[in-house]
């Protein structure tokens, strides 16, 4: 029998051709991934979560106003958090010493914030918390001078009835991951925390990148935006939103008082609002006055 070398090597180049092909794609998306993590961090909208925790210290009236919501939310936080650090860290511990070495401990920490969180997602979120972020939101809203928004929102919403469903429907959703599809993403992505050094960095990334939106969910509502006009000035920012959805989580993985992280996260999120509110007036007003100089001139 006769080999023809011809046809062995060339039924080698189909597959050399797609291995290369795979490894240029794996090569596109990290980069993409490390450029949109670098944007993230260099947005600097990481800091707002910090700024609403201290803005809440300076303006404790604002979550004092929704007492009973951030007891129900402490209480449920330190009592879930409890449970599951009694009953799963030690053995989740000793499975992420096999992947992640002496950072076991942290990581392990960090799992049972994050499966405390996904729990508290099935009854905390619609009982008590979004109606209470939600007012939270626009006390902040206010505070910062922009009642009007607020009030022109509220207004839309009382003349249109199918806005007006939409406007009350519209809460403030930190915990909007968890949605049918957001809760299966989540549970997917736990095990990244399993791969050392930047597994972690990776879930807040992914989770960061489609949760931050969710924080303005109620500031498109008041400003009345479509789906296309949302999209839009998401996509405009994705990478602050990421950075601002990454760092809110952190906040919410805190031992035992993680989900009361919420209230200052969403006095974070009105203050980012506020400032994006006032930059838009101020170069609305800009416009308008060159338009009536024009005017006045011709």
């Known amino acids: 029998m006769s080999s023809n070398p011809g046809s062995s090597s060339s039924s080698h180049h189909p597959a050399k051709a797609r291995t290369h092909s795979l490894v240029e794609r794996v090569q596109h998306e990290a980069q993409e991934t490390a450029s949109h993590a670098f944007q993230a961090i260099a947005s600097f909208a990481w800091l707002w979560p910090i700024r609403g925790l201290l803005f809440s210290i300076t303006h404790p009236q604002i979550i004092l106003s929704v007492r009973q919501a951030l007891l129900k939310s402490l209480i449920s936080s330190a009592v879930i958090f409890a449970v599951l650090a009694f009953f799963t860290y030690l053995p989740q511990m000793a499975i992420l010493a096999i992947f992640t070495g002496p950072l076991a401990p942290l990581v392990a920490l960090v799992v049972v914030g994050a499966e ?6 099935f009854f905390a979120r619609a009982l ?3 109606p209470a972020l939600t ?4 006390a902040t809203l206010q505070a910062r001078g922009q009642g009007q928004l607020v009030r022109e929102g509220k207004t839309r919403s009382s003349q249109q009835n199918s806005v ?3 406007v009350q429907g519209a809460l403030v959703k930190p ?5 049918k599809d957001g809760i299966v993403r989540y549970v997917i992505t736990l095990p990244l925390n399993m791969i050392p050094a930047v597994g972690t960095v990776l879930f807040l990334l992914y989770n960061g990148y489609n949760g931050g939106p969710g924080w303005h969910s109620h500031y498109f509502q008041l400003k009345g935006f479509s789906k296309s006009q ?3 000035f998401i996509e405009n920012r994705r990478a602050e939103y990421t950075a601002f959805g990454m760092a809110t989580l952190l906040f919410n993985f805190v031992p035992l008082v993680g989900l009361l992280f919420s209230f200052t ?3 974070g999120a009105a203050l980012w609002a506020a400032e994006l509110e006032a930059q838009a007036n101020l170069i609305d007003n800009q416009v308008g006055g060159t338009r009536s100089r024009k005017n006045s001139q011709s």
């Open 116 to 121: 405390s969180l996904l729990l508290l997602s």
């Open 128 to 130: 008590f918390l979004e």
């Open 135 to 138: 007012q939270v939101f626009d």
């Open 164 to 166: 007006a469903r939409g």
């Open 175 to 179: 915990l909007q991951a968890f949605s």
């Open 230 to 232: 949302r999209a839009s």
């Open 265 to 267: 996260n969403t006095v």
